[in-house]
């Protein structure tokens, strides 16, 4: 879409439609994101909807995890004095490039399909494109076409598709061949691991998940980095035959999940995969890191290694499409 009819500054918005005011709107729309998005809200998203009622009675501009402060833009949807409709922009630095994240994309069930969504979204590309924004990002479900319909209309085009896992920490035994060995990761293991790190998460998803790869280098530096972001990181090599064919590495978080992040070549990937994990998972469970009822997570792509991970008591908890939108 290159052109767009309603902007913030202009009359030619509708009536219903405004700016969100800050903190004024806060609880108000952390009520609507919860109503809309109930049936898919996990433990990450109650607390989300948590922090923004809390940022709104403290009268705060910022909410976000820990020391996450981005400050909040978008527009409301007001009928009878009632917010039934939103969206928000976070300021994010994406592929290096300042952009906007559209997120909290909701409509009260009472009032769809009537081209609300639509407006919200206008109007928001209009808000970033006179902003001079060279692009804007957001994630919908997989499941969620009428939404990605929407933003095809827009311009918005699919950049990757990623699935979360998730599995409760558990003992997962398998009969690995006596050729396959796994061990510490060290310094050597390096130069394959971050090929495969920054293949399997690329600069078109990196910027939004919850891996630094500086974070995890070998050496002084990763670890002065570790110790600044307060995370705990083990990391495991594997080898078959004596050649690496992969390596994990383990990170704690402050979500509902700890995360094992995978640098595998697609080659060996199902060995690599079934040597790693429980391997991890035993090593955890010895030195006492697995906290009782803690998740594991890993974020891979959509549609790969779906029987490795089911094998190894993991369950698809989502699949993202992550689009973006290029101004002219």
């Given at each position: ?7 913030a ?6 009536k ?11 609880s ?6 919860e109503?809309?998005?109930a049936?898919t809200l ?5 607390r ?10 403290r009268?705060?501009?910022?909410i976000g ?7 909040i ?8 004095g ?16 300042k952009?906007y ?19 919200l979204?206008?109007a928001?590309?209009?808000?970033a ?10 994630q919908v479900?997989e499941?969620?076409e009428?939404?990605q ?5 827009f311009g918005?085009?699919?950049?990757a ?5 998730h599995?409760q920490?558990?003992?997962?035994k398998?009969d ?6 796994v061990r510490?990761?060290?310094r ?6 971050k090929?495969w ?16 790869i ?11 980095l570790?110790?600044?972001n ?5 990391q495991w090599?594997?080898?078959h035959h004596q ?8 990170q704690?978080?402050?979500?509902q ?16 995969l079934?040597a ?29 290694s ?7 008591g ?8 992550w689009?973006k939108?290029?101004?002219?």
């Open positions: 879409m290159t052109a767009y009819s309603r902007t500054e202009t009359t030619q918005m509708p219903q439609l405004r700016p969100i005011r800050l903190p004024q709107d806060l108000e729309v952390a009520d609507l994101v109503l809309c998005f049936a996990d433990r990450d998203g109650r989300f909807i948590r922090q923004m009622r809390q940022a709104g009675s009268r705060s501009k910022y995890f820990n020391n996450f402060p981005p400050t833009r978008g527009f409301v949807w007001v009928e009878n009632r917010i039934i409709g939103n969206i928000n922009l976070i300021p994010v630095l994406a592929e290096s490039r952009s994240l559209i997120a909290n994309v909701s409509v009260h069930p009472d009032y769809r399909h009537r081209g609300i969504a639509h407006t979204t206008e928001s590309l209009e808000f494109h006179q902003r001079r924004v060279r692009n804007l990002w957001l479900d499941n969620n009428e939404a319909h929407l933003y095809g209309d918005f085009s699919e950049r598709r990623r699935t979360v896992w599995s920490p558990g003992l997962t398998l690995i061949p006596p050729s396959v060995k510490t990761r060290r050597a293991d390096w130069t394959m691991q090929k790190l920054n293949t399997l998460y690329g600069k078109e998803v990196i910027w939004n998940l919850p891996l630094q500086r974070s995890i280098i070998p050496g002084i530096a990763g670890a002065m570790r110790s600044l307060d995370q705990k990181i083990r090599s594997a080898f050649k690496w064919i992969g390596s994990l590495t383990w704690t978080s402050y979500s999940a700890d995360w094992l992040w995978v640098a595998v070549p697609p080659q060996k990937r199902e060995l690599a079934c790693l994990i429980p391997h991890a998972r035993q090593k955890l469970h010895e030195r006492g890191l697995l906290r009782p009822m803690r998740t594991l997570a890993v974020n891979f792509p959509a549609g790969e779906t029987k490795v991970f089911e094998t190894l993991f369950q698809a908890h989502q699949t993202l499409i689009m939108k290029e101004f002219e």
